[in-house]
Nanobody, 121 residues
Framework: QVQLVESGGGLVQPGGSLRLSCAAS????????MGWYRQAPGKQRELVAR???????NYADSVKGRCTISTDNAKNTMYLQMNSLGPEDTAVYYC???????????????WGQGIQVTVSS
């Protein structure tokens, strides 16, 4: 069973930066893609950024230019560097991984427990 554990969240002032980490219990090279999602109070969970095994990435329009997703296969860890944070970035951030299994490439999704990011003065 894959376990994903987020860290690095907390309280930050507007304009500040945070780096979130997602540590996997095993090799992340087996994942088709990994990503960060967030859920603000009263809102649906949304994709923030995603990175594919080949290295390509995509970002939500709301974070383009402010966030960078990356992975370190040697550490089995994914990161999200977030800059120029604003109150609108306040949410619980979740780590996600998609693995493909079998000849049919059936998708299996794994989630971390979530970590709070609060942007406030």
């Amino acid at each position: 069973q894959v376990q994903l554990v987020e860290s690095g969240g907390g309280l930050v002032q507007p304009g500040g930066s945070l780096r979130l980490s997602c540590a996997a219990s095993g090799s992340i090279s087996k994942f088709y893609n990994m990503g960060w999602y967030r859920q603000a109070p009263g809102k649906q969970r949304e994709l923030v950024a995603r990175i594919f095994s080949g290295g390509s990435t995509n970002y939500a329009d709301s974070v383009k230019g402010r966030c960078t997703i990356s992975t370190d296969n040697a550490k089995n860890t994914m990161y999200l560097q977030m800059n120029s944070l604003g109150p609108e970035d306040t949410a619980v951030y979740y780590c996600n991984a998609e693995a493909l299994h079998g000849v049919a490439d059936t998708s299996y999704y794994y989630w971390g427990q979530g970590i709070q990011v609060t942007v406030s003065s």
